[in-house]
C-alpha cells in the first residue's frame, strides 16, 4: 500500500505539474480524499489549481523551514475532497537554505507523519532538478511516478533518475520504489515519439501506464483559469484520458 | 558590445538547450569562433553536440570546483568554430558543494576571464532553476536571451525570472541585460499561443526576437542523432528559423 506518491523528473517540462494536478483532482472529483503538496518554487501546482502564490503566507517553506504545522498550511481548491499545500515566495530560497539544516532530507516526511492518514493518497509536485527540494519528495514518499516526455532529452535523464532514486533507497528510505512511468505528450504520428514509447516499454516492463497522455490544448489552457482539466472541459481528451490515468495510479498504489 | 551571453529560464522545458546548441552552431557555421558552456547537470548541450556526458573528464564542474583552467576543458564538435565545455557527471553535485564556497557566485565568471576573448561570443546553457548554477552564468554573463515557450505556466514564471536577475544586476553584476526574449514551440493555430505571444511582446517592447520558433520535429529528432539542427537537416524549418534567430542575436550583441 502507498500513500504518498512523488511525481518526480528532473528533465524540464514533461508533464510533472499537469499530471500530478490532473491526477489529484480526477481521484478527488471520484471521491477520494487527495492531498497535493507543491514543492517547486515556480508554483505551478498552486496557481494551476486556482492559488495565488504571491499570496500565500504559511506554504512548503513555512513548513519545512520555520516549522509551521502542515495542516496549518492546507487550503481548498475549487474541487471538493482536494487539499494543497501551496508553494509561497520564499520557497525560491529554500534549496540554498536546506543545506546547512539538521535532517535536511526528511523534513517533508516529518511534517506529512502526523497528517498523511487523513487521505487517501498524497501527492508531491516536484521542480526540474535533483537538489534538496525532490530528495525531501522522494524521502516523504513510498512510490515515484515519472512522467517521461516522448522525446530524446527526456530519455536520455532517466537513468540520471533512477541513481537518484536508487541512492534515496539505500540511504534514508528503503520503502521508495517506481509506482508507474506515464508517457506523456505522446504524438503517435512522429517516429520520435514511437521510438522513445518503445524503448522505454522495453526498459521498464511492466511499470509503463496503460494509457499515455497525447497531446492536448485544452491540458494546457486549463492552468490559466485555475482549473484542472476536469473541471476546465471535462468532455476533452486530456481529461478523459488523465481520468483513467488517474485510475490506474490509485490501483497500483493500493497494490503495491 | 556582450560577449557573453546566458541562455535561462526556470521554466522547465522551453527550448534553453535547443536555443543554445542551434544558435552557437550556426553562428560556428557562418564562420563565428562560439565557445557554448553547459552549465546544466542534465548535459543536454553535451550530448546535443556528440558528447558522451558519462566520459567527460574534465568539464564544467572540473572548472568550477576544482581549479582546472577552462581551456583544459574545450572540446571540439562537428561544427568547425564551435567549441564546448561539456557537463560531466560530477555537476549534480555542485549546486550543494557550491553553497560553502568563497567567492561561489562568480567562479564562472573568473574562468572565463582567460579566455572569453579568444571567441566572438560564449553561449551559456542554464538548468531549468534559479540555483547556484544559472547565478554563476548571470554573473558571468553580460547579456540574457530568454525562452519563452508560448504556454501559460511558462509565462507566469517570467516574473520570478526578472526579479532574479535583477538581485544579480543590482548586487554581483552591473552590466547584465536582457539581450532578447525568443518566444519557443510557437503554434500559431491555438489561441492561447497567439494570447501569450501577444502578452509577451507587449511587456518586452522591443526586446521580443522578430522571429518565434515554430514547433518543428525534426528539432527534436537532431539531438539523438548528436548534431544541431544545421546538420542534421539544414532545409528545415527548424534550421531557416535558428539561422535567422542566430543573425538577430549577434546584432543585438554587437550593438548592445
Ligand atoms: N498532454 C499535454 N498536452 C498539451 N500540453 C501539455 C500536456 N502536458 C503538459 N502540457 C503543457 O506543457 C507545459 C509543460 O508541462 P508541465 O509544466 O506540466 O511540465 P513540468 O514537468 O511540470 O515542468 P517543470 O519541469 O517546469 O516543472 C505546460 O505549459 C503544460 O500546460
Ligand atoms: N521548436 C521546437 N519544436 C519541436 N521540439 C522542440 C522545439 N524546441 C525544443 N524542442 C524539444 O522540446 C524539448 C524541450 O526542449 P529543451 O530540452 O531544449 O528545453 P530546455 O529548456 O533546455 O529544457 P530543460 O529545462 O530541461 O533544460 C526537447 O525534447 C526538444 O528537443
Ligand atoms: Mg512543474
Ligand atoms: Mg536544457
Known amino acids: 500500500m502507498v500513500r504518498v506518491v512523488a511525481v518526480a523528473n528532473q528533465k524540464g517540462g514533461v508533464g510533472k505539474t499537469t499530471t500530478a494536478v490532473n491526477v489529484a483532482a480526477s481521484l478527488a472529483q471520484g471521491g477520494e480524499r487527495v492531498l497535493l503538496v507543491d514543492m517547486d518554487p515556480q508554483a505551478n501546482a498552486s496557481s494551476g489549481l486556482g492559488i495565488d502564490p504571491r499570496r500565500v503566507a504559511s506554504g512548503t517553506y513555512e513548513v519545512l523551514l520555520e516549522g509551521v504545522p502542515i ?37 517533508l516526511r516529518q511534517a506529512l507523519e502526523a497528517e498523511k492518514d487523513r487521505f487517501g493518497l498524497v501527492l508531491i509536485d516536484c521542480p526540474p532538478s535533483l537538489g534538496l527540494l525532490t530528495v525531501n519528495a522522494l524521502v516523504a514518499a513510498e512510490g515515484v511516478l515519472i512522467p517521461i516526455q516522448c522525446e530524446y532529452y527526456a530519455l536520455e535523464g532517466v537513468s540520471q533518475l533512477l541513481n537518484a532514486l536508487q541512492r534515496v533507497k539505500q540511504g534514508l528510505n528503503p520503502e521508495l520504489m517506481v509506482l508507474g512511468i506515464l508517457l506523456t505528450m505522446f504524438d503517435g504520428r512522429t517516429n520520435l515519439a514511437l521510438q522513445v514509447a518503445d524503448q522505454v516499454k522495453r526498459a521498464f516492463r511492466g511499470r509503463v501506464l496503460r494509457h499515455a497522455v497525447p497531446r492536448n490544448v485544452r491540458l494546457s489552457e486549463a492552468p490559466s483559469h485555475g482549473l484542472p482539466i476536469g473541471l476546465y472541459d471535462g468532455r476533452s481528451r486530456g481529461a478523459e484520458i488523465y481520468a483513467e490515468v488517474a485510475k490506474e495510479v490509485l490501483v497500483r498504489a493500493r497494490g503495491a
Chains 1, 2 share one sequence.
Open 71 to 107: 495542516a496549518h498550511a492546507f487550503r481548498r481548491t475549487a474541487v471538493p475532497n482536494l487539499t494543497v499545500v501551496p508553494a509561497g515566495p520564499d520557497l525560491a530560497g529554500a534549496e540554498i537554505e536546506l543545506v546547512g539544516r539538521e535532517g535536511r532530507e526528511t523534513l
